[in-house]
């Protein structure tokens, strides 16, 4: 079964520096990945895929995620984070009949 | 862009009667629509998922006679809470797909008193 991890129950972040958010996978086949996010009591917000081509993926927002074989992750990164950027990330990988499973989620706090 | 709703946004109700959420795409088809489950600071967790015209497939440990899924058109799933009791209380999200990606509505807060 197709699976992935989010270490990091919650990452805090300064303003105006680098974040990283962690994701790891196990899946047997290629991986199809997303990045979510979630802010209070609404429901999901598509950030970016990887499906195949380029190993970095840019998405929404200025949010962009690095697709590494080798260590089977798939980090969300930022160069630059924004106090509005706090929120519940999630990473999840699709299964068969489009199912997709999300990791635990992580709360990112950005500090001004 | 593709606009999913879910409606009410929040509901509380008393303990054994049923709950009807509704999902909609708004500007698109979706033959598959999935439902979601979200406790408190916890992932989602698939509940289901529903095709148009025909039953849904439930996922393990979700008791299909509880938590009725009806997809009468291409445009809407309901999710009916059945007899709900307080442990139902949790965040009720859909999605419908399309192409190869998901949409999510802003989900339905069931609070059971």
């Known amino acids: 079964a197709q699976s992935v991890a989010q270490p990091e129950d919650q990452v805090n972040v300064a303003e105006g520096n680098p974040l990283t958010v962690k994701c790891t996978y196990s899946?047997?086949?290629?991986?199809?990945l997303f990045w979510y996010v979630q802010y209070p009591n609404r429901g999901l917000q598509f950030l970016l895929k990887?499906?195949?081509?380029?190993?970095l993926v840019k998405g929404s927002y200025g949010f962009e995620a690095e697709f590494n074989k080798s260590q089977t992750s798939f980090h969300l990164k930022k160069p630059s984070a924004l106090v509005s950027d706090s929120a519940l990330y999630f990473c999840a990988v699709r299964e068969a009949a489009d199912k997709l499973i999300f990791g635990t989620g992580t709360r990112l706090q950005v500090f001004p | 862009g593709a606009v999913v709703s879910q409606h009410p946004s929040w509901v509380i109700c008393k303990s054994g009667t049923s709950v009807k959420i509704e999902c909609r795409s708004l500007d698109f088809q979706a033959t598959t629509m999935f439902w979601y489950r979200q406790f408190p600071k916890q992932s989602l967790m698939l509940m289901a998922t529903?095709?148009?015209?025909?039953?849904?497939?439930?996922e393990q440990g979700v008791e299909k006679d509880k938590f009725l899924i009806n997809h009468a058109s291409l445009t809407l799933s309901t999710l009916t809470v059945t007899s709900a009791h307080p442990e139902d209380s949790s965040f009720y999200i859909c999605?419908?797909?399309?192409?190869?990606?998901?949409?999510f509505g802003p989900g339905t807060r069931l609070t059971v008193l």
């Open positions: 999605s419908a797909r399309v192409l190869n990606e998901q949409f």
């Open positions: 899946v047997s086949g290629n991986p199809y």
């Open positions: 529903s095709n148009e015209g025909s039953k849904a497939t439930y």
């Open positions: 990887y499906i195949t081509g380029d190993n």
